[in-house]
Each structure stands twice: as C-alpha cells, then as structure tokens.
C-alpha cells in the first residue's frame, strides 16, 4: 500500500485529496518541501519568517484546493501561493511602515538595504564566506530578476513552470535569468575587489 501511495502522481494526491483524504498531503510535502523551504528561506531572509510561510503555504493548499486544476502540474500551483502570500505580507508591512514611519523614512531605510545587499542572519552565522557574498549580491538583485533565478537554480523548476509561477511569458523569464545571472556576476566580482 505505502508503493501504490508514493506511486500517485501530485495531480491524483490532490485529487484524492480534495475528496477527504487530506493524510496524502504528507507525500507532496515529501516531494517539494525541501525546495519550498528553500524557496521561502531566500524570499524571507529569516528562518523564523521562512517557517511561518512554509507553514502557512501548505494550509493554504488545504483551504484553496477546490481551486486547484488537476490538468496542469502542483508544483507551480504550490509556489505560486508561496509567492502570492510573501508578496501579500510584505505590502501589508510595507502600509505599516508608511503609516507608523512616514513615506520618506521608510524609501530612504529601503534605498540603504538595496545598496548594502540584504544578508540572511542564517549565512552570517554560518561562516561560510562564499553563501554569504552569494546571498549579499542575491539581495541586492531587484524581485523581478531574483525571483525566477530562485525558481529556476535554487528549486530546479523548468523554464516553463517558472512562467507560470510569474505568470510571464518564457521568453521573458529566459532573458531575466539571463540578465540576473549577469548582473549577480558583476555584483559577486564588484565585492571581491573591495575586499582588502
């Protein structure tokens, strides 16, 4: 029984699911979580906010998935609400900010984060000097060339899945990796040269 189980493909576990079987989930956790948390780890910069998004991405399959369409593939679905829900979060914090701080405050803390390139506390820590220059010049990355980057390198996903994750054309994904990827060189061969 536990073969025939890790046989389903992810359509007909959430298939199965949606028909009350929800202990299924488990497989697709198995399958895609260790890329999702990863996922959530670079887009959040914190272990404690990529736990809280990791977390609440896979209620939000439970509670959306009458909207899932069995036709197309779940791994996109499922980073997509990933990403709908970090995006989510962060205008919400962002409405905040503008409101407790003021507008000019908050664009002029924003504008000296990008310059310094945001490091996550967990390469910090870590020691390890390469991931921290790699996450350093990932942060300084604007979304639009980070995201797919992340998706594509990070998640192992097809050109096409990152498309419609983004929901780009991918052509448009194929020319932004292509840019970051560029762009994440020169930033990566700027800090080396600071470097005493």
Known sequence: YGVGRKMLSDQEIMLRCRQGQSGLLDLL?????????????????SRADADDLFQDSWLAVLRHIARYDAQKPFRPWLFTISLNLRRDRFRRARRWI?????????SGRAEKLRAKGSLSPEAA?????????????????????RLPLLLHYYCG???AQVADVLGLAPGTV??????????????????????P
């Open 29 to 45: 956790i198995d399958r895609h979580g260790a890329d999702l948390y990863t996922f959530c780890l670079r887009l959040c910069g």
């Open 98 to 106: 503008r409101a407790l701080a003021g507008h000019q405050a908050e």
């Open 125 to 145: 820590a870590s020691g390890d000097e390469d991931k921290v220059r790699l996450d350093a010049a990932l942060g300084r990355l604007a979304e639009s060339q």
């Open 157 to 159: 996903m097809p050109l």
């Open 174 to 195: 194929k020319s932004r990796l292509s840019r970051a990827r560029e762009q994440l060189r020169r930033y990566l061969q700027e800090e080396s040269h600071e470097r």
